[in-house]
């Protein structure tokens, strides 16, 4: 795979080193299978010189759409590819998890929670003077996702199941991950969630990195 020439964007020293271990050569020929959908959409909406505006999509949006959704915007911005706006959803609101907030903590972002209550608002920022992640659970047709011109993307079956329909989506990509939570309140809980979020690091890299 020809890895795209990196950005000059300063992302945050630790979270620079974290991106510059991943492997994307790790990655099998099931998953980049998968994964192609999405290249291929990106790919076209810079060809054309169009707004590219991802949804991640899960049950809860609680864990794996959030942390897609951070690594998206983040590997975007680390490989140049410009115009791109990532959001997350569920078909119901919940509450970021706070384990995923402390993987992505552990990563390099830097995170701040701006309000408290049952769902917490976080600001995750990946960088200086680059524009944060706002990260609250939230329904995928919330007000501040999109309504049009957008690629729905399915994080987990769940979800994928109980979607049949995503208004005003252009595409709708399946790529599921397994859910961490079903190590919650285990020895293996903070290992689970890291090796996600690092799964997920992996494929936005190689997505971003194809696109030219």
């Known amino acids: 795979m020809k890895i795209k020439k990196k950005n000059k964007t300063k992302l945050f020293g630790e979270l620079k080193n974290t991106i510059s271990n991943l492997d994307p050569l790790s990655l099998s020929e099931d998953r980049k299978v998968l994964l192609k959908p999405l290249v291929h959409y990106i790919q076209n909406r810079v060809d054309f010189k169009k707004d590219i505006r991802l949804n991640f999509i899960c049950t ?9 959704q951070v690594w998206a915007q983040t ?16 078909t119901e609101a919940t509450a970021l998890f706070p384990k995923v ?5 552990n990563s390099g972002f830097e995170i701040t929670k701006i309000s408290q209550g049952d769902n917490p608002v976080y600001v995750i920022k990946f960088g200086e003077s680059i524009y944060p992640v706002i990260g609250f659970s939230k329904t995928f047709d919330h007000a501040l996702n999109p309504k049009s011109d957008f690629a729905a993307i399915l994080t987990c079956s769940d979800a994928d199941e109980n979607c049949p329909v995503i208004s005003g989506a252009e595409t709708r990509v399946t790529i599921t991950y397994e859910d961490p939570k079903a190590f919650d309140d285990t020895p293996q809980q903070a290992e689970k969630y890291h090796e996600r979020s690092q799964q997920i690091a992996t494929e936005m890299y190689y997505i971003f990195s194809s696109i030219i």
Do not use: D, I, K
């Not at 809860?60 to 897609?68: I, P, T």
């Not at 907030?101 to 903590?105: A, Q, R, S």
């Open 60 to 68: 809860h949006n609680s864990r794996r759409s959030h942390l897609s």
């Open 75 to 90: 590997m975007a911005r680390y490989f140049g590819v410009r115009n791109v706006f990532c959001y997350s959803g569920g």
């Open 101 to 105: 907030v402390e993987t992505l903590e």
